[in-house]
């Protein structure tokens, strides 16, 4: 799943065991800021913009860096682990 809202996209995604990418948008709803709260048992990352999600897909499918994101994102979450986290980076 790629999506922009994490409320209607990624985690119902998430909670059926899809890997996601989540592309935030500039300008969120209100409705649509939420806490993950699921534990992915795929890869979950965001990214900056739909250029990068085919580097991204095939790094994961080549197992380079599978469970880590290096792609800067202004979003976080209070239930992110650290720096190593792609979750919520």
């Known amino acids: 799943m790629i999506g922009d809202s994490l409320r ?3 985690v119902p995604a ?4 899809i890997n996601t990418i ?3 948008a500039e300008t969120e709803w209100k409705y649509n800021v939420v806490d993950v709260k699921v534990e992915p048992k ?3 990352f965001t990214l ?12 994961h499918i080549q197992g380079v860096d599978r469970f880590r994101n290096h792609f800067t994102s202004n979003y976080d979450s209070p239930n992110r682990k ?3 986290d792609n979750l919520y980076t």
Do not use: R
């Not at 998430?14 to 065991?17: Q, V």
């Open 42 to 44: 795929g890869a979950f």
């Open 82 to 84: 650290g720096d190593e």
């Open 14 to 17: 998430l909670e059926m065991n």
């Open 8 to 10: 209607t996209d990624i």
């Open 22 to 24: 989540f592309i935030p």
């Open 48 to 59: 900056n913009s739909l250029q990068e999600v085919p580097d991204a897909i095939h790094k």
